[in-house]
């Protein structure tokens, strides 16, 4: 079993809709957690992180944690087009740099 | 103006061969890593390099081997292909050790070892 769980997709939705992405993981000293974004052939970007339970709102993103659940999710609202790619979640531990990501789930936003 | 660029974008190879990949950065951070890609889009880090200091060492075989001139690039060479070598490695920095949640990754290289 691996570390860090997402479910690979794809995940299709209609412009305009929000998406709604998770990750769940089963190490407890997983303490900072972040939202890159791959387009295809491409490498991935950082889009959103957070370092404590609850939300934080980036425009039309909110990135959840809930440490007592081991659950970290990601909503887009109002989506587009430009958002079909795919979308890995990445954690870390207190200590060190390293970031063991997820699979990734890959999103297509139909126009 | 590429931030983080790697060479060459596609390698084609056969297997028992020897490559090498460059990757270099012009944003002035201080740490480097090497990821692989795998066809399942498991990302999964491989060497970490600070101020050419190797920091994170990977169970990886030891037909990987990164070298770090300066702190603006990092290479990785690889011996003796195997048909499992083959995936999108990627370069990527981050400003220092303390930055390492915000990483800016290379384009990565498609390696198929055939």
């Known amino acids: 079993q691996k570390e860090v769980e997402q479910d690979p997709g794809p995940l299709s939705v209609p412009e305009g809709a929000i998406v709604s992405l998770n990750c769940t993981y089963s190490?407890?000293?997983?303490?900072?957690f972040m939202w890159y974004r791959q387009y295809s052939r491409k490498g991935p970007e950082l889009l959103m992180y957070?370092?404590?339970?609850g939300n934080k709102e980036d425009g039309r993103f909110t990135a959840q944690v809930d440490k007592s659940s081991k659950y970290i999710s990601l909503f887009i609202r109002d989506s587009q087009p430009s958002d079909s790619a795919t979308y890995l979640c990445a954690m870390r531990k207190a200590a060190g740099n390293k970031l063991t990501f997820g699979g990734g789930t890959r999103v297509l936003v139909k126009p | 103006d590429t931030a983080v660029s790697q060479t060459p974008k596609y390698l084609v190879t056969q297997m028992g061969n020897d490559k090498s990949i460059k990757c270099e950065q012009n944003?002035?951070?201080?740490?480097m890593y090497w990821y692989k890609q795998d066809s399942k889009k498991f990302l999964k880090i491989m060497f970490s390099y600070n101020n050419k200091e190797l920091i994170i060492n990977e169970t990886v075989p030891n037909r990987f081997s990164p070298k770090s001139p300066d702190k603006a690039h990092l290479n990785l060479h690889i011996n003796s292909l195997e048909l499992g070598d083959s995936a999108v490695y990627f370069c990527?920095?981050?400003?220092?050790?303390?930055?390492?949640?915000?990483?800016?990754f290379g384009p990565g290289t498609r390696l198929t070892v055939t």
């Open positions: 944003l002035g951070h201080d740490t």
């Open positions: 990527a920095s981050s400003q220092d050790l303390l930055g390492g949640d915000e990483q800016y």
């Open positions: 190490n407890s000293a997983f303490q900072y």
């Open positions: 957070t370092y404590s339970s």
